[in-house]
């Protein structure tokens, strides 16, 4: 008789489950004592301090699927390094269900690293002041969200990469990077209600990248749009009007608020002249790539909304300069050196300031973030195919990650 009221316990959960109700699961508490943490179990777990100055390659790893990790506002601070990860879902077995939330990653050479990780996400965390990018999705990373994510300070904001497609990208606040949002091969991404703005080279780049759907979001940045690779994909830049509170504080949902910051923007100098919170004319961005609904603003519409508030507010990120001017005569590689183009490369990388190294990796006759990606990319073809010496950007002997962060520096 004794064991009966576990019995009835047990019963009683297998009910809930049985009927679709979640059975609470204690979270696991994680404290950093200056190694990696690995998470190699499902579990729900919640880190219990911050983590400043990390010199770990990667400080958190995370192997199993059907984990959660809460970073109860705390940071993930690294030093800066080549080759580091501030947090890391690798998929060499099918790594699934990851969800990160409520944490600060900065400092890293990839804050956010998702490798072939599926129906996982970043939410609600404050990713800034890292080298390459805030987070990255890529080797056929998919179905990946990243969601109401404060993305600043960094190389890249998101980078999609290789294959991660059928991705979603919303309520995010990206500012501020060298590009916000760069999509390299990867198909089917859904981009809304993101305010990408103050991005000092582009606010998205889309190389041979398709069938995605970007609506509702506001775009304030010098450079709103850029497409590179031919063919250029086809994306929808708006949905058929309906109702529901827009980006720009109208009653109608559509396209996308399209600004600068000389106030030469779309959006800011079309009229709408029918008051029906549509600019009069489609935005036509590119063969295959038009906005029929861009948003107008409307009444009491603020040009310059004040931030979204985070668990924790982010510690001042340095303002990065300007890129330096770019060389405008590349010289091109002999061809007695055997280096073929890069696959993905329009043509035969080249040397755009004659110091021996290849740095317009895609041989589009000047050096951009585009040969970044590339290299990043690539770097596997690029140490079996081409002479190391030519790519070898920080001389360690080796094309690595380092490398990468060191073309990205010397844009």
């Not at 985070?310 to 990065?320: E, F, L, V, Y």
């Not at 690029?382 to 030519?390: E, H, M, Q, R, T």
Request: a negative charge.
């Amino acid at each position: 008789m004794k064991g009966r009221p576990f019995i009835c316990i047990a019963i009683l959960a297998s009910l809930l489950l049985f009927f679709g109700f979640a059975v609470p699961v204690t979270a696991t508490d994680v404290t950093y004592t200056g190694q990696a943490i690995t998470i190699t179990s499902p579990g729900s777990y919640v880190l219990k301090n911050d983590i400043t100055d990390s010199t770990l390659v990667t400080c958190i790893e995370i192997r199993a699927s059907n984990v959660v990790v809460d970073g109860g506002g705390h940071l993930v601070d690294g030093t800066g390094t080549g080759d580091s990860i501030g947090i890391s879902v690798r998929n060499p077995e099918g790594v699934r269900n990851v969800t990160i939330r409520n944490i600060r990653v900065r400092d890293w050479e990839r804050g956010v690293s998702l490798e072939g990780a599926v129906d996982s996400s970043v939410e609600s965390s404050v990713l800034e002041g890292n080298l390459f990018c805030g987070a990255v999705f890529y080797l056929n990373a998919t179905g990946n969200t990243l969601a109401g994510c404060t993305v600043t300070g960094n190389g890249y904001g998101l980078v999609l990469s290789a294959g991660a497609s059928d991705c979603a990208v919303r309520d995010n606040r990206i500012e501020n990077n060298e590009c916000g949002l760069y999509l390299y091969d990867s198909d089917g991404v859904t981009v809304t209600k993101n305010i990408v703005a103050g991005n000092w080279d582009c606010g998205v780049c889309y190389y041979l990248s398709g069938g995605g759907s970007v609506y509702d979001n506001r775009f304030d940045n010098s450079r709103n749009v850029v497409f590179d690779g031919e063919p250029i994909a086809a994306n929808a830049w708006s949905v058929e009007p309906r109702n529901g509170l827009n980006i720009a504080g109208g009653p109608l949902v559509g396209g996308n608020y399209w600004a600068r910051p000389d106030g030469t923007g779309f959006s800011e100098v079309i009229a709408d002249s029918d008051s029906d919170g549509f600019s009069d004319v489609p935005l036509d961005l590119a063969p295959g790539n038009v906005d029929a609904h861009p948003l107008a603003p409307s009444v009491g519409f603020i040009p310059t909304p004040e931030p979204t508030p985070t668990a924790q507010a982010p510690d001042p990120t340095p303002t990065a300069e300007p890129p330096t001017p770019i060389p405008s005569l590349p010289i091109p590689i002999p061809t007695a050196s055997g280096v073929a183009m890069v696959p993905g490369g329009s043509a035969g990388p080249t040397d755009t300031d004659a110091d021996g190294l290849y740095d317009d990796v895609n041989g589009n006759g000047r050096k951009d973030f585009a040969d970044v990606v590339l290299y990043f990319n690539q770097m596997t073809w690029i140490a079996g195919n081409a002479p190391v010496s030519l790519f070898d950007f920080n001389k360690n002997g080796r094309i690595d990650f380092s490398d990468v962060v060191f073309l990205f520096n010397h844009l």
